[in-house]
């Protein structure tokens, strides 16, 4: 009898951390969209903030989150696709690829403040790019490297080696087996990891801080030369640094549902991609 | 020729990665080193103040670190562990397809919204339960860090508790031991250098994450005497000050010489969780 009591307690506890875990993202996205769906209109998407910030809406941060995305994508994905083909493909197993990826491993261990004193020491003060979204947008390719690279790698590793073997010996080389049979099989794969990077950058505040990201700026950023709003540190701001912090609430709980939104669709769209290609194998 | 050509292209991206982590440690020491050129290093360890322009000492910036994410390790690490060991060996398959999403939805959740939260609904929270007027302080980062820490460590324990190879769980059962009994005293001693690994990555995260720990603890730079205090750890102190200094400053390289000492906390964290994960990889084969 004390023994089966004892038992229901295990069950008990391990179900209920699970409960609990769950009740956690429940008690946050209850909280967010609760409070901060009725914010959400058309205007909010599409308008400039007005009367300092209390009015209005958060079209240049959604612009600005959308392009700085877009630099880190242009950056990172290349450098961080061929250094996976690098390693899966042509490397073999030595000194130098070991090291490769234990810094890779610690690159992704790298706390993302450190990547944004980084980005201010290289882009914006030795480079001379200045605070803009050029320099936010290289900083955070810096940051996804190690993710895109992780990820592509497990992509190609799940392509099977009789694929590799049968084009060289049909006799095409290496390099075009790797552009015209290993990529594009591995592609969908790739953009699954890409998007799900992507959706961790566009969350992130703490490297854009010191590189380029503006409380307010006159209209919409258009030259990547400029200063920039993003989601994250629109809501930040207007959360902490707000002269009308209670006025401004409703717009910080509408900007959150935004930001959530927005990560939430990509991970959606890289699970939609992940489940086609896994049925598919 | 072409071949060789995009090898070389290839391997120089590869070769990026290295750069890329050396240049950071570079930049960082660089700094640090100015910084220690002005400062004496033992005033800046032994000190008791951080008060840019009289007085920079790390001390009470490490201790805020440390207490924050240690205080989320003491909630993170039985919730998340028994998660694990909940999704790997109780829950059916069924159950599994729809808590694994609510674990990857909990990760994606960007930190700035989970340090809002802090503000307007676990600071109000805490400060009635407590009876203090503020509720922006350690115990609330250390819940808002559990939270975020949640994922990394139970998706990290899992696949520690699933490489427990069966025939330990079924020799385990064969004696007449229950299926309880099997998993406290087998299957869990048998994965703890997973788990090990699982709660150093956490606490890795937990000790470089800055947002949350902007918004929510209260940033006051002063030596906390418990969970209820008020803190501001080193990532915080960072964010707050580096917009506001001029360059090449002695406050300007005081701030890279905490991110010299952050950076190298985290990355022997890293290396401790990766020996530890070796060492399950070991165990399997």
Redesign the interface.
Known sequence: MKKKL??AF??L???G??L???T??G???W??FSKGLPAISWDFLLQYPTDGMTQGGILPAVVGTVLLTFITTLFAVP??V??A???N???KHSL??N??RA?????A??????????G???FV?AMKLGTSVLSAGLTLG?LS??YI?ITTEEALKRIPNSMREATLALGV???ETIKDVILPKALPGILTGVILTL??A?????PI??TGVAFYINGVSTSINQEFMAL??H??ML??QHYAIEQV?PL?YGT?VV??TL??LL?IVA?IIRSKYRTQD | M??WT??Q??????????A??G??FF??MY?AFSFFSRINPIDFFTGIQWDPDTSYSIFPLLVSTFLVAIGSMVIAV??GI??A???SE??PEKLQMI?K??????A??????????G???LGPFISKLFGIQNGLNALNGSILLA?MA?PTI?TISEDAINSVPNSHREASLALGA???ET??KITIPAALPGLIAAVM?GL?RA?????TV??ATGNAAAIPKGFLDSVRTI?AT??IE??EVP?QTTHYFA??AI?AI??LI??S??FLG?YFANRLRKFDA
């Open positions: 004892l038992h295990d069950w506890l391990l179900l951390s699970t609990l875990v769950c956690f993202l008690i946050i996205l909280d967010i450098f961080g061929a250094c083909v690098y390693l493909e042509y490397a130098f690829t090291i490769i810094s890779i491993r610690n690159l261990g790298v706390p993302s403040i450190i990547y944004g004193l980084f201010l020491a290289l003060q810096l490297l190690p690279i080389t290496q390099f959706s961790r566009a969350g992130e505040t703490a801080l010191f994250p540190y809501l930040y959360s902490t609430r910080a959150a930001l959530i990560v939430f991970n699970f | 072409i071949d995009f090898k292209v290839f391997k120089g991206a590869g070769f990026l990665t290295i890329l982590l240049s950071i930049m960082l700094n039985p919730l028994l998660t060991a909940f999704l109780v829950a808590l999403p609510v674990i990857e939805m909990l994606a959740i960007p930190s700035v919204a989970i340090g809002f939260l503000i307007v609904l939270i949640l139970i229950n299926k309880w998993l406290f990555l890795g000790l470089g994450e800055t947002m902007l918004m990532t960072i964010a580096m917009g360059y701030l890279f991110a952050l950076f985290s990355l964290i890293n990766e």
